[in-house]
């Protein structure tokens, strides 16, 4: 079975510009979730989508960053425009129950770089 | 809102000694998970213990969790060079249905050959 996968590894953009994350989770998993470790600190949640709905966004920074998951399957996550503090490792994770506290997949990470 | 706080935040050992890293977290759990993080790579789960365990093993791993004082540990034994990672508990207030992990700052952990 695929695990979570995401894309790019690493993006390295300047300052003021547009990036778009990807990340697929594991095939049937409803529950989706999105964080970050910014300069080494600890890892934040962003948001969670169930299914295609967003279930929690209460820990997305401000509004440069727009989340989506169409058809609830693969999700998007966009930082428009970047700024330097957005640099940090963006994680997504998946699970397959909702309501239940079990473990979630983490996927390898998208490294961002912003010059 | 709760949060996992590893200590210590770095520690270095010679292969073969164990490693023990602690973490504490402040609101009522349903179970508290460990995962890895190997350098520039993706998070790995180790164990997740529940609320109504106390011990927990797997492998060289030993996990430990007390409830009453909202803490847990996570003991390595004979540490190789490839435990080279950081270590973060991972937590989810009971309350919350939504589940996001609240993660601690982590434990970096270097094992010398």
């Known amino acids: 079975e695929a695990g979570v996968t995401q894309f790019p590894s690493h993006s390295v953009i300047e300052k003021g510009q547009t990036v778009t994350l990807r990340c697929d989770p594991i095939?049937?998993?409803?529950?989706l979730y999105w964080y970050r470790r910014v300069m080494g600190k600890e890892i934040k949640f962003l948001l969670h989508?169930?299914?295609?709905?967003?279930?929690?966004e209460s820990g997305m920074p401000n509004n440069r960053f727009l989340a989506e998951r169409t058809g609830g399957t693969y999700s998007t996550l966009k930082v428009q425009p970047a700024e330097l503090e957005d640099s940090g490792v963006y994680f997504c994770?998946?699970?397959?129950?909702?309501?239940?506290?079990?473990?979630?997949?983490f996927g390898p990470g998208t490294r961002l770089t912003v010059t | 809102s709760q949060q996992g706080e590893e200590d210590p935040q770095a520690l270095s050992i010679q292969e073969g000694e164990n490693a023990t890293m602690n973490c504490s977290y402040k609101t009522s759990i349903n179970n508290l998970q460990w995962y890895r993080q190997n350098s520039g790579r993706g998070l790995v789960h180790l164990i997740l213990?529940?609320?109504?365990?106390r011990e927990k093993h797997s492998g060289r791993l030993r996990v430990t969790l007390d409830t009453s004082k909202k803490s847990s540990s996570l003991l390595i034994t004979a540490s190789r060079a490839a435990d080279t990672a950081s270590y973060f508990c991972?937590?989810?207030?009971?309350?919350?249905?939504?589940?996001?992990?609240?993660f601690g700052p982590g434990t970096r952990l270097s094992v010398l050959p």
């Open positions: 213990i529940r609320s109504n365990e």
């Open positions: 994770a998946s699970s397959q129950v909702t309501g239940y506290s079990g473990e979630q997949y």
């Open positions: 989508f169930v299914k295609e709905s967003k279930q929690d």
């Open positions: 991972a937590t989810v207030d009971s309350d919350n249905y939504g589940q996001n992990f609240v």
């Open positions: 095939s049937g998993h409803d529950n």
